[in-house]
């Protein structure tokens, strides 16, 4: 019985770790949909201007 209790106690454990990994791998860190940091380095006003200048040639 004990055994049994044990191993439903492990389950339960790793059934709420992949949980936990599963709703961290959604949710959106600071604004940003893939959660990694990139999007805070996107400088918008350099690629205006860069689109600017390539659609002046």
């Not at 191993?7 to 893939?34: D, M, N, Q």
């Not at 959660?35 to 006003?45: E, L, R, Y």
Request: hydrophobic content about 50%; overall charge positive.
């Amino acid at each position: 019985m004990i055994q049994q209790i044990i191993i439903l106690l492990l389950f339960i454990a790793a059934a709420l770790y992949v949980g936990r990994l599963v709703y961290k791998s959604f949710t959106a860190k600071s604004g940003c949909a893939k959660g990694c940091g990139a999007c805070s380095t996107i400088d918008f006003n350099k690629i205006d201007k860069q689109v600017k200048a390539a659609a002046g040639k």
